[in-house]
């Protein structure tokens, strides 16, 4: 018995709203192209609203980052310029998440410099590695399953250039969540206060089709599924 109702009845109800939560993402990708637009930007104007929207969240939503270290309402550092920008746009036009991908540079990667690592990463190509960072659904969308269309534009992304682990930056509920659908990012060091108190984490790419294979092997399946195409003329990738 739990709270008087009994265990197979729990089950049941568990069951059932996972079917129903199953029906809602399918349903929500079968029509996603129909009211969002997926692509990556180099576009000033593009960034520059990026940057205001990344201020709102990071700067006087969550206080991650000090308003100390922004100008003009913009939150943008050095390594933007080293990054591929992905943007979900909705019928309106107005941004409803966005995510960056540091590429390897000659800076190396904020989380390599910001944090201690004490497991071995020398076997780690870092030519063949992002970070990922940045990461924002709007509020209006944070129930819109967009979390796992970003995932799926990343993963055609690495796949298209070859990438083989991924480092990020997570806090102790990021974390759990995103193993939990299947994304076996591992701590690499002790926790910090960077962006509050936060965890610097890897994925193998590799790791993670073998792991989401045996966790959910249809959403790997709609993961890996799809194309990314670049538009020379724009300068921008689109995802479909």
Excluded at 109 to 125: A, E, H, M, Q, R
Excluded at 138 to 157: A, E, P, Q
């Amino acid at each position: 018995m739990v709270n008087g109702v009994s265990s197979p009845l729990v089950n049941t109800i568990t069951k059932i709203k996972q079917i129903k939560r199953n029906l809602e993402f399918w349903w929500f990708y079968k029509n996603f192209y129909n009211h969002f637009f997926f692509y990556t930007t180099e576009q000033e104007s593009e960034l520059k609203e990026l940057f205001k929207i990344r201020y709102r969240v990071y700067c006087e939503e969550y206080n991650y980052i000090s308003k100390e270290n922004t100008k003009n309402g913009l939150e943008k550092d050095e390594w933007d310029s080293h990054s591929t920008h992905f943007i979900i746009r909705d019928e309106e036009k107005e941004i409803a998440a966005t995510v960056r991908m540091i590429l390897n540079s000659d800076d190396s990667f904020p989380l390599l410099g910001n944090f201690k690592i004490d497991v071995d990463t020398s076997s780690v190509n870092l030519s063949k590695a992002a970070e990922i960072s940045r990461l924002i659904v709007t509020k209006k969308y944070r129930r819109h399953h967009l979390l796992l269309v970003l995932i799926k534009g990343m993963y055609l992304f690495v796949k298209e250039k070859g990438i083989e682990n991924v480092f990020s930056v997570m806090d102790d509920k990021l974390l759990p969540m995103l193993t939990k659908i299947g994304l076996p990012f591992r701590k690499i060091g002790p926790p910090s206060i960077y962006q509050g108190l936060t965890y610097p984490c890897m994925l193998n790419v590799k790791e993670f089709e073998i792991c989401l294979q045996e966790i959910d092997p249809r959403l790997l399946k709609f993961i890996s599924e799809g194309v990314i195409k670049y538009d020379g003329t724009n300068h921008k990738y689109s995802v479909s």
